[in-house]
Nanobody
Framework: VQLVESGGGLVQAGGSLRLSCAGS????????IGWFRQTPGKEREVVAC????????YYADSVKGRFTISRDNAKNTVYLQMNSLKPEDTAVYYC??????????????????WGQGTQVTVSS
């Protein structure tokens, strides 16, 4: 089982990035997938997640209206489209898979598998 994130980089404030989370060894469609972010000295926090049961979505208040999580089942990939980026969005972004919960899962402790992370840096 492996998750691989890609798409991070350096962008100016107001810009956009699309992160990808590709799965191998298991089917992402059948699992709740979450995007989290972490900065030095802080705990990993949820950004968005998409449930396995009905593809319902959850967004942290700080990203609502700017970020969109989606899934391409044919590519076994989950995306995080990030628009109107702000310097405070700077972090390492991780995707995780919760293989036990059918619905929305906001706590990092509930996730079983993680990718290696991708750095997102937003300059002011």
């Amino acid at each position: 089982v492996q998750l691989v994130e890609s798409g991070g980089g350096l962008v100016q404030a107001g810009g956009s990035l699309r992160l990808s989370c590709a799965g191998s060894g298991f089917t992402l469609e059948y699992n709740t997938i979450g995007w989290f972010r972490q900065t030095p000295g802080k705990e990993r926090e949820v950004v968005a997640c998409i449930s396995s049961s009905d593809s319902s979505t959850y967004y942290a208040d700080s990203v609502k209206g700017r970020f969109t999580i989606s899934r391409d089942n044919a590519k076994n990939t989950v995306y995080l489209q990030m628009n109107s980026l702000k310097p405070e969005d700077t972090a390492v972004y991780y995707c995780g898979a919760d293989i036990e919960t059918m619905g929305i899962s906001e706590l990092s402790s509930e996730y079983n598998y993680w990718g290696q992370g991708t750095q997102v840096t937003v300059s002011s």
